[in-house]
């Protein structure tokens, strides 16, 4: 059996753009510059290590609580972001893929770094569609270890080979590569040179290519 796993920012819905703007937020208020160029290190990645490469950037050292304090208020800045999100912020045929998945009975699950994974897949309406969410609140590792799309394997019930992953970064393209797992970039074919295939976005992946998945078709 085939299963199909999922990460969420920049694949299913675009808060890769409020990340950016929280990111932005507290860079201005420590004076560190930060571009969207920048922001690309940052897409698969922890919220934890985020903020250690943010303070890398502009060579500070800071005391544990103040690192803490720090998460906490980016991330209360991004929730305030996401709480306004809706179904409107379904990157274009995502449903269609995913209706086309459900259709033939084909287990899908959820893997993200982010810890806002649940509520968001609530806000927009898409929860139904995964048998199984892991995210950064089941994880010890991030990407590039494999670790949560093996997770997501293995609630899925499915062998990692037999997992097909959806990706927008180069941490998650590793990610899956590393498992084993058949790797499809959401994104720029020049940044996602590792993916086993690559498409701007879901309006150029049509039933064919992932009728030929399932069957096993690179």
């Not at 199909?4 to 808060?15: A, E, N, P, R, S």
């Not at 045929?93 to 009975?105: A, E, I, K, M, T």
């Not at 898409?126 to 609630?155: C, I, N």
Request: charged share 25%; hydrophobic share 40%; glycine share 8%.
């Amino acid at each position: 059996m085939k299963a199909f796993i999922f990460d969420l920012d920049g694949v299913i819905v675009d808060t890769a753009k409020y990340h950016y703007h929280a990111w932005k937020h507290l860079a201005d208020h420590l004076d560190i510059p930060f571009t969207e160029e920048d922001n690309e290190q940052f897409k698969g990645v922890s919220r934890k290590r985020c903020l250690e490469l943010l303070l890398e950037m502009g060579g500070l050292t800071v005391s544990q609580e103040q690192f803490d304090r720090w998460l906490v208020e980016k991330n209360e800045d991004y929730l305030g972001y996401i709480a306004k999100m809706d179904a409107s912020e379904i990157l274009p045929d995502v449903p269609r893929v995913l209706d086309f998945l459900r259709s033939r009975g084909v287990p899908m699950a959820l893997g993200s770094a982010s810890k806002n994974a649940k509520p968001i897949l609530e806000k927009v309406g898409l929860t139904e569609y995964f048998s199984a969410v892991v995210d950064g609140h089941d994880t010890t590792r991030a990407k590039p270890d494999p670790q949560v799309f093996e997770l997501a394997a293995s609630r899925l019930g499915v062998a990692a080979p037999s997992c097909v992953v959806f990706e927008d970064a180069l941490a998650g393209i590793a990610a899956a590569n590393s498992a084993g797992m058949t790797s499809i970039g959401i994104g720029d074919p020049e940044v996602l040179t590792e993916a086993d295939r690559v498409f701007r976005d879901f309006t150029e992946i049509d039933s064919d290519f992932i009728t030929g998945l399932l069957q096993g078709r690179p």
